[in-house]
Structures are given as structure tokens and as C-alpha cells.
């Protein structure tokens, strides 16, 4: 049984796959208690992997995102696999303070403030900017995309950008279309 926020269809509005439709399985709970989550992510239901897979089923998406919370406390291979077996090409969205298993097709790593990345493999970088140190990013692998912290300072985003090219611009366009 995994605990399970929600699952909803929608298109992601982060990243570099922004605009895709795509299936969200959002898993409740954190390890991590970020000042500025914007993720109501506690409470949940116990869900068979059965009962997952057949409520992913559900929608047309190709894409299945694995979400939270931090979604590494509640998955190991044999979801992946079930994910998989579906023809579904699997993502994550992970603060990257836990190993992950096998098979998932795009890792998006958004490392937060007291949590240390253990990933190796990382397609996409993604940090909530919030004034921190953007040092202890530079050795993590992937595309790199910095986000405002709740849309409150694009502009400081948009300068940080601009003096530091290696980094592109991450917006919430979910929120600013209003849509889950």
C-alpha cells in the first residue's frame, strides 16, 4: 500500500517539459519541511499499486509524473515496473535525498535547503530560488532551471539568470493558468 495525496490529469507547468500532458501521482509526506512548500501533501489514502495503476489507466497521457511530497519514501522497483508495464513513460520530481530504483525515464531534481542530493543521474536540475548559495548546485548534473519562490521575486530570478547564463528561467505557468 502507498499513501497517495491525489492523482489528476493535467499538463506540467514546470521545467523542461512544461505543457505536456501528463498523469500526476502525488504522494503524501516529506522528509524535508521547506519554509516556502506550496504543497498541501499530508494527508492521503492507502492505495493498492493495483488501484494505482488502474486510476493512471484512466487517462491518455503517455507521461506518468511521480510527485509529492517527496515521492522517494513511498516507491521501489516493483511500482516502477507495474508504472512501466503500462507502456507509460515514467518521470519524477524529487528532492534527491534518496536512491531511486531502476527504469524511470526522466529525473527531475529540485534539491532543497538541509537536504543532500544522493542522485548520480539527473535530466533536470530544478531549484527554488530563495537568495541561497547557488554554489552547492555546481557539481549536480542536469539541464538547469531556476524557479522563482512562489512567483514573489521573478526579478531577482531574472538577474541571477542573466549573470549566470549556465541556468534557465522555471515558472510556475500552472499557477499563472490556473489549472491543477
Same mark, same amino acid.
Given at each position: 500500500?502507498?499513501?497517495?495525496?491525489?492523482?489528476?490529469?493535467?499538463?506540467?507547468?514546470?521545467?523542461?517539459?512544461?505543457?505536456?500532458?501528463?498523469?500526476?501521482?502525488?504522494?503524501?509526506?516529506?522528509?524535508?519541511?521547506?519554509?516556502?512548500?506550496?504543497?498541501?501533501?499530508?494527508?492521503?489514502?492507502?492505495?493498492?499499486?493495483?488501484?494505482?495503476?488502474?486510476?493512471?489507466?484512466?487517462?491518455?497521457?503517455?507521461?506518468?509524473?511521480?510527485?509529492?511530497?517527496?515521492?522517494?519514501?513511498?516507491?521501489?522497483?516493483?511500482?516502477?515496473?507495474?508504472?512501466?508495464?503500462?507502456?507509460?513513460?515514467?518521470?519524477?520530481?524529487?528532492?534527491?535525498?534518496?536512491? @531511486? $530504483?531502476?527504469?524511470?525515464?526522466?529525473?527531475? =531534481? /529540485?534539491?532543497?535547503?538541509?537536504?543532500? +542530493? &544522493?542522485?548520480?543521474?539527473?535530466?533536470?536540475?530544478?531549484?527554488?530560488?530563495?537568495?541561497?548559495?547557488?554554489?552547492?548546485?555546481?557539481? @549536480? $548534473?542536469?539541464?538547469?532551471?531556476?524557479?522563482? =519562490? /512562489?512567483?514573489?521575486?521573478?526579478?531577482? +530570478? &531574472?538577474?541571477?539568470?542573466?549573470?549566470?547564463?549556465?541556468?534557465?528561467?522555471?515558472?510556475?505557468?500552472?499557477?499563472?493558468?490556473?489549472?491543477?
Amino acid at each position: 500500500m502507498r499513501k497517495i495525496n491525489e492523482i489528476f490529469y493535467s499538463l506540467q507547468g514546470e521545467g523542461a517539459q512544461t505543457g505536456i500532458p501528463a498523469v500526476f501521482i502525488r504522494f503524501s509526506g516529506c522528509n524535508l519541511k521547506c519554509s516556502f512548500c506550496d504543497t498541501a501533501h499530508e494527508d492521503g489514502v492507502l492505495m493498492s499499486d493495483e488501484a494505482i495503476i488502474a486510476e493512471v489507466q484512466k487517462y491518455p497521457s503517455p507521461i506518468v509524473i511521480i510527485t509529492g511530497g517527496e515521492p522517494s519514501l513511498w516507491i521501489d522497483q516493483s511500482f516502477i515496473d507495474a508504472l512501466k508495464q503500462t507502456g507509460k513513460k515514467v518521470c519524477i520530481e524529487t528532492n534527491g535525498t534518496n536512491p @531511486l $530504483p531502476a527504469g524511470i525515464d526522466w529525473i527531475t =531534481c /529540485s534539491p532543497k535547503e538541509g537536504g543532500k +542530493v &544522493v542522485l548520480n543521474h539527473i535530466d533536470e536540475l530544478k531549484v527554488v530560488y530563495t537568495g541561497q548559495d547557488m554554489s552547492q548546485y555546481e557539481a @549536480l $548534473p542536469g539541464m538547469r532551471f531556476l524557479q522563482p =519562490c /512562489s512567483g514573489e521575486n521573478i526579478e531577482e +530570478v &531574472v538577474e541571477y539568470i542573466k549573470l549566470n547564463p549556465v541556468w534557465r528561467l522555471s515558472l510556475q505557468t500552472h499557477k499563472i493558468l490556473k489549472i491543477r
